[in-house]
Each structure stands twice: as C-alpha cells, then as structure tokens.
Nanobody, 122 residues
Framework: QMRLVESGGGSVQAGGSLRLSCAAS????????MAWFRQAPGKEREWVGY????????DYADTVKGRFTISLDSAKDTMYLQMNSLEPDDTAMYFC???????????????WGQGTQVTVSL
C-alpha cells in the first residue's frame, strides 16, 4: 500500500508564495510518477503538474507553467510544489497523487492524499 500526506497549505495574498509538501510512504515501485491535482469548489479536478522520479522530468499545466515548480527530496520521500506569483484562481484544494506512469487524467491515479487547502485573496 501507499500513503500520501500533504501539508503546507494556507492563505496568502495575490502575488505571494507557498510551498506544499507531500510525504510518501509504502510501495516505491508504484510511485514512479508523482503529481499534483487541484479542485476548486464547483469545478472539476485539474491537473497541475507531475514529475517522473526515475528521470526527474516534469511537466506542468499551462495555467501554472512558469509559476509553479515540482521538486523531490528522495532522502525524505517527499515531493514539493513551490507556488509563486499566486493568483485568486489558484484557490483550491491541492492533492498529491502517485502511480507508475505519468498521466494528466485524475481517474487513473489510485493513490491520493487527503488534500491541503490553498486560498489566495486580492
């Protein structure tokens, strides 16, 4: 089994920064890819970005490209999401997910954290 625990959410003013963390434990062969999704009230879940652990390659949604960065601390089994230049439209619950192969489709990810709330105000 695998367990994912997010932290680091909070409230920030537009233009500010936050760093989310996702601590992973359990089966490592099932989390070659770790990703972030987000969901705002009344909206569908949206892919934010992912990182393929064996190569370190990452990709991001156009809405966050250039502002958000995913990184890893392998020694701590932790993934981070550095969010800069935050906008009110970034307000959402952010979820950490994992699977063997990277995908932008939330339905393909079996392992989810509980989520951490990010609120950006003007």
């Amino acid at each position: 089994q695998m367990r994912l625990v997010e932290s680091g959410g909070g409230s920030v003013q537009a233009g500010g920064s936050l760093r989310l963390s996702c601590a992973a434990s359990g089966s490592t062969d099932r989390r070659n890819c770790m990703a972030w999704f987000r969901q705002a009230p009344g909206k569908e879940r949206e892919w934010v970005g992912y990182i393929y652990i064996p190569s370190g390659a990452s990709d991001y949604a156009d809405t966050v490209k250039g502002r958000f960065t995913i990184s890893l601390d392998s020694a701590k089994d932790t993934m981070y999401l550095q969010m800069n230049s935050l906008e009110p439209d970034d307000t959402a619950m952010y979820f950490c997910v994992a699977r063997r192969i990277c995908s932008q489709s939330s339905s393909l990810y079996a392992y989810w954290g509980q989520g951490t709330q990010v609120t950006v105000s003007l």
